[in-house]
């Protein structure tokens, strides 16, 4: 098991309506990083959260934003939802400078209505 | 535009077997290559990666092989057992562990 903790588990949520997720990263890492999992596909690059700003955005349009805390945890908010967004939600946290490992979360499964 | 091409998406091996997953990529500046694993409502945990200054990288049971000048790279895992039927991504990335881009994954059975 990995330190990186993600609330909740699950969440049904309702078209148009807004939701927020949340991580915990691993003890002593300073970078979060959000993807986007649907059935069957491998992880999207969603952003990526440095010293409480974002650094980096894959091709998610601005109603995905987040915030990253000064003890490096991180909040992914969507608004507007879809049922395209139906999916996994997994953070992973990391060290930004050099290619270290990134360790994931267990993710959010959101399923809208 | 997938960035790195995984194959194949389904396998099936007897346990005692080897398994053999593929990855191709273009993006010469990748120079970080992990595998992960993930099972079913779990976060993809990291199995092993490599860099692109070596050719072969082993820990226990699961190789990666990499060939720099194909832009390839597999995962090789010997005497597969049933406890590793799960899905396999490829991934790969640049200046840091940010921004991985994974392939489509390979759900690996095995049979026992």
């Known amino acids: 098991e990995t330190g990186v903790t993600q609330s909740p588990t699950h969440l049904i949520k309702t078209r148009g309506q807004q939701v927020t997720l949340r991580c915990s990263s691993q003890s002593g890492h300073n970078t979060v990083s959000w993807y986007q999992q649907a059935l069957g596909q491998g992880p999207q690059f969603i952003f990526q959260y440095y010293r409480e700003e974002e650094n980096g955005r894959g091709n998610f349009p601005p109603r995905f934003s987040g915030l990253q805390f000064p003890n490096y945890s991180s909040e992914l908010n969507v608004n507007a939802l879809e049922l395209d967004d139906s999916a996994l939600y997994l953070c992973?946290?990391?060290?930004?400078?050099?290619?270290?490992?990134?360790?994931f979360g267990q993710g959010t499964r959101l399923t809208v209505v | 535009q997938q960035q790195v091409k995984q194959s194949p998406q389904s396998l099936i091996v007897q346990k005692g077997g080897i398994s053999i997953i593929n990855c191709a990529y273009e993006n010469t500046a990748f120079d970080y290559f992990p595998w992960y694993q993930q099972f079913p409502g779990k976060g993809p945990a990291l199995l092993i990666a490599?860099?692109?200054?070596?050719s072969e990288k082993k820990e226990g049971r699961f190789t990666i092989s990499f060939n720099k000048s194909a832009k390839q790279f597999s995962l090789h895992i010997m005497d597969s057992q049933p406890g590793d039927s799960a899905t396999y991504f490829c991934a790969a990335n640049w200046g840091g562990a940010n921004n991985l881009f994974f392939g489509t994954g390979t759900r690996l059975t095995v049979i026992p």
């Open positions: 490599i860099r692109p200054d070596v």
């Open positions: 992973a946290s990391s060290f930004l400078q050099g290619n270290t490992e990134a360790f």
